[in-house]
């Protein structure tokens, strides 16, 4: 420092400050800001699920600078719910990783117009938010929570067993169990006195203790 403020490259920023303060309260104007687009505070990709895609074909909107851009942005938000779902349901998790890989490749070799790249960014968006999307029918009717959706997803078994698995798992959880050796093992012998073990319990815990609703 000393050095610095004998050779005179030491600036002592605050016998300028005034002056700065008064050139920016001079000539500098800031404007109140401007709502260009409402997303009501949603994510990207429930935006699109609830609200479609006509918001980003806005040309007003600042993220609509380029497609590209718009198309990167959507496919980062897509990837991340992936990801932070990926243990509520592995199996179905792991095939909606898939179709992004396969539109990601499609819109980079040009092979859809744009328009027709955000109705399938929101079929893909729709499933991804919700398991099995608007069309429910890959889901037998009583499978009809995401917790019984991941056993179904994973474990392909009948309606009557994700059933008693789920009943199980409701009557015999406590608060916070998850996390808590003895209360973990309360609810794993819930599951095995329902359905047995033909499946391994262990492997039902790990997406049981993952789901949402459960917690």
């Known amino acids: 420092a000393e050095i610095k403020l004998a050779s005179g490259d030491f600036v002592d920023m605050k016998l300028y400050e005034p002056a700065m303060r008064h050139l920016l309260d001079t000539y500098i104007k800031a404007n109140d800001s401007e709502l260009v687009s409402d997303f009501e505070e949603m994510g990207l990709i429930q935006l699109i699920v609830e609200k479609g895609t006509e918001?980003?074909?806005?040309?007003?909107?600042?993220?609509?600078?380029?497609?590209?851009?718009?198309?990167?942005?959507?496919?980062?938000?897509?990837?991340?719910?992936?990801?932070?779902?990926?243990?509520?349901?592995?199996?179905?998790?792991?095939k909606m990783s898939e179709l992004l890989e396969a539109l990601i490749e499609e819109r980079r070799l040009q092979a859809l117009e744009y328009k027709e790249y955000l109705k399938k960014v929101k079929e893909l968006s729709a499933q991804v938010i919700n398991p099995g999307g608007v069309d429910?029918?890959?889901?037998?009717?009583?499978?009809?929570?995401?917790?019984?959706?991941?056993?179904?997803d994973?474990?392909?078994?009948?309606?009557?067993?994700?059933?008693?698995?789920?009943?199980?798992?409701?009557?015999?959880?406590?608060?916070?169990?998850?996390?808590?050796?003895?209360?973990?093992?309360?609810?794993?012998?819930?599951?095995?006195?329902?359905?047995?073990?033909?499946?391994?319990?262990?492997?039902?815990?790990?997406?049981?203790?993952?789901?949402?609703?459960?917690?």
């Open 55 to 94: 918001a980003l074909e806005n040309p007003e909107n600042a993220m609509m600078q380029s497609e590209e851009a718009m198309a990167e942005a959507i496919e980062n938000n897509i990837r991340r719910v992936i990801i932070d779902e990926q243990k509520v349901n592995p199996h179905y998790y792991e």
């Open 154 to 215: 994973n474990f392909r078994v009948s309606e009557e067993w994700i059933d008693a698995v789920d009943k199980a798992v409701l009557s015999a959880k406590t608060a916070d169990w998850v996390g808590k050796q003895i209360n973990e093992r309360v609810v794993a012998r819930a599951i095995y006195e329902a359905v047995g073990d033909k499946i391994d319990i262990e492997a039902i815990m790990q997406i049981v203790m993952n789901q949402h609703e459960y917690q």
């Open 136 to 152: 429910q029918s890959n889901y037998p009717h009583a499978v009809n929570t995401t917790a019984k959706k991941s056993l179904f």
